[in-house]
């Protein structure tokens, strides 16, 4: 993890939308990153900014908030969620309440991102589950060509599962990486795989890369974050 000087340098503000690790150096660049279901902005994810930070200074990390909304899966429980879930077993492929709604939710933040001045080819989206979810369907049909999309233990939700009809052109070359752990008991392996595979083959396996982590569950490991690292230094600079 990074040293106490970086966390030093890394200043923080939050709100209820949102919160966010300002670059320690000269802001040139934005990460957007979206908690699973149930967490929160400031829940674990916050713990690896440090780590990006450290190898790239220039960039701006955010970490918006779902809304609050009651789960089916969860008995109606309401909780921070960006779609409804039925079920496990067709997580890609249920009626995805909410999920336009938190589509608008991160299109507006990538919005003033750019009108900031940042421009999209400096931009990065991405997010772990229910987040990683929301980051492809929403990268894959932003009019903002976005300079890479992050998926970890995810899938692409579509009810009609013609991933085709959600890739507008700016984003159909997009560099995407995702991640997922072989012996996931709740994003099974094979849902992401899925997911993956249709990609593939609609990108005719061009700019886009599953990463395997033998034996990880529904969860994270240093390797994976590796790998994310290496990401964005390969996408932001080429």
């Not at 939308?17 to 902005?41: E, I, M, N, Q």
């Not at 008995?75 to 879930?85: A, L, T």
């Not at 070359?173 to 609609?202: M, W």
Request: glycine share 10%; hydrophobic share 40%; charged share 20%.
């Amino acid at each position: 993890m990074a040293s106490a000087f970086v966390r030093a340098m890394s200043s923080l503000s939050a709100s209820k939308s949102k919160v966010v690790h300002s670059a320690p150096s000269k802001h040139t660049a934005t990460l957007f990153f979206l908690h699973g279901l149930g967490d929160s902005a400031s829940g674990g994810w916050s713990e690896v900014v440090p780590l990006f930070q450290s190898r790239f200074p220039y960039l701006k990390v955010v970490l918006p908030n779902a809304p609050v909304a009651p789960v089916t899966l969860n008995g109606g429980f309401r909780m921070q969620s960006w779609h409804d879930i039925k079920s496990l077993d067709q997580i890609d492929r249920e009626d995805f309440k909410g999920l336009d709604d938190s589509r608008a939710q991160i299109d507006g933040l990538i919005a003033e991102e750019v009108a900031s001045g940042i421009p999209g080819k400096r931009i990065i989206l991405g997010g772990f589950s229910q987040g990683g979810a929301v980051s492809l369907y929403t990268g894959l049909q932003s009019k903002v060509p976005l300079a890479g999309i992050l998926a970890l233990s995810s899938y692409l939700p579509h009810t009609k599962g013609n991933f085709g009809e959600l890739v507008a052109e700016e984003n159909k070359d997009t560099p995407i990486l995702q991640c997922h752990g072989d012996a996931d008991n709740v994003v099974r392996y094979s849902i992401g795989k899925r997911t993956f595979d249709e990609l593939s083959k609609i990108r005719g396996g061009k700019n886009i890369e599953l990463k395997t982590y033998r034996g990880m569950a529904h969860q994270s490991c240093e390797e994976e974050m590796r790998d994310v690292a290496d990401f964005i230094g390969k996408v932001l600079e080429a």
